[in-house]
DNA sequence: ATCTTATTTAGGCAAATACCTAAATGTCTC
DNA sequence: GAGACATTTAGGTATTTGCCTAAATAAGAT
């Protein structure tokens, strides 16, 4: 029973889902209204707003309605909370590369 | 029923798990034994091998076995690939963001 | 060979996920 | 206010997840 606290958790799961980076992808280049959004994609209605909800719930998009519609946009914060920590992951390996590097260079040297 | 099918959806749910984040993380600084990586958690060895099956699965980590002790090491590869789909779009974004931000400065000039 | 350590297998359970159809609710437009 | 359009709610199902305990296997140490 995945019981996600973090945020993290939350905008790695929202994005482990094909329909749901698609989503993100397309708002990428502005807001959308649900319909228009969902016409990519071959599911029912109701299945697609709970990707929709998904997003939102761990604040990757946030919508507002207006009229009958309900249009929806990218939130890029969370997004780029998620960037960050994979960032900084990277980071650090590269680093301790460097390191692992020096380390062999200097033995090398002192085998001379 | 989550049928995982591309590596981005394996890589992102299974960086969607803390524990799984914590072990990617702990990778970073080397190779280490399945028991000294589960230590720092509670939970049952099996439960946690089964962390470790989700990333070997989508290929984040690599494992070996050793006399009695199977010793799992990161593999950037995957991680990379997700870390680059979000470079990717994140950049898609600030793109928008400027030619936005271009296209207001336009309209301001046009206005004096 | 036996004991200990490291891991794996088997089996089981509650909750979450990802989909669906059918029906209800708002909100224009005429 | 009647019909059309956009979304939401309700309720249902199969599968997956994340955890567990108990027992089995594998390999090194004595």
Redesign the pocket.
Known sequence: ????QNTLDLAF?AL??P??RAVVSRLVEGEL????L?EPF???????????K?LEDCGLIA?E???????CRLVPQRFDEAADWMMAERERWSARLDRLDAYLNNNQKGEK
């Not at 599911?43 to 929709?52: E, G, N």
């Not at 309605?65 to 249009?71: E, P, T």
């Open positions: 029973m995945p019981n996600f799961h482990s889902d329909t749901r209204p649900v319909t228009a969902a071959d599911m029912a209605l109701p299945s697609f707003t709970q990707h929709l998904v919508s309605k207006r009229g009958r519609s309900r249009w």
